[in-house]
């Protein structure tokens, strides 16, 4: 089923440009050959921002958030940002944005995600969700983002997600990355119902909104980079997860529910051809909003 879906994508749906990993194997090349140093020029603001509706974090993220404080004490600074501090920070970065789109979400969650890119873009750092914790401090793994592409001044990244998008529950930043300001520009154009409440947080400002305009994104002659860092290096060597999803309702269990059977039960052939349909379908529609978008830019 995902074999079909990957192929009508790769074939009817062209990257600007191909992606760039972050491997394990690169982590071991630079460990080991010790060019991780610092005196490797820093562009990444070492600035770890986390979320929450206020600062009471829920008991069963307690391990997670304090590994993230305690490893990265020394290299970061930490901000936890409340609600009533996401909405000062988006009425005072991006006032029309705020007036028009961001407090007209129907859900709290969709403000929690185009805020993320909001953040990153006017300061830069590193974004992650509470149920992640990590192994080591994350000071290594900026080093190296910024060591393989040392001539690059706009640096980002992202965890692979399956089955073949990214996340937005980590991402990586220099400030004033172009594809953060893509993110900015196009949630109004986004901001729909989608007929269900999870594909509507998804599509809107949620991970599908990012892995679309990732998708399109041009890399152009390395001035703005983005790596997807390959899930043993996003989850066996830097991080942990904890049970999160705390936005989740029953669609979205409902959705994932399918999804998870379709992977794993033997009659999903049965099944599987209307995937693809469906992936074009959405696929088509975001293709036609982002070209329309570029005609009256």
Known sequence: MLIICTIIYLIFFRRRSPRVFLTAADVDKFQMQNNVNKTFYQR??????????????????????????????????????????IH??????????????????????????????IVLHRLGGLYIDMDNGC????????????????????????????PIGISNGF???????????????????????YLIDYLTVMMSAGPLYLSINEFYFHQFSKQAVVRIVDEIVYSSIYTW????????????QVVLYIYHWFRKHPLAIYFSPILPIIFIVVFILCRRRLRYRRKIS
Request: proline content about 6%; charged content about 25%; hydrophobic content about 35%.
């Open 241 to 252: 997860h904890t049970p999160g999803n705390s936005w989740h309702g029953r669609d979205a």
């Open 171 to 193: 991402m990586i930043s220099t400030k004033g990355h172009p594809l953060f300001k893509n993110l900015i520009s196009r949630l109004p154009l986004f901001n729909h119902n």
């Open 135 to 162: 192994y080591q401090s994350f000071e290594s793994l900026l080093r190296i983002l910024e060591a393989v592409d040392s001539d690059s001044p706009h640096l980002a990244a992202f965890p692979r997600t399956s």
């Open 88 to 117: 000062t920070f988006v009425r005072q970065e991006e006032p029309y944005l705020y007036q028009h789109t961001f407090v007209k979400y129907a859900h709290d969650i969709q403000r929690v995600d185009a805020f993320r890119y």
């Open 44 to 85: 990444i603001p070492r600035i770890i921002h986390q979320t929450w509706k206020d600062k009471q974090v829920p008991e069963r993220w307690n391990r997670s958030v304090e590994s993230i404080r305690q490893l990265n004490a020394d290299q970061f600074e930490y901000r936890l940002w409340t609600d009533a501090d």
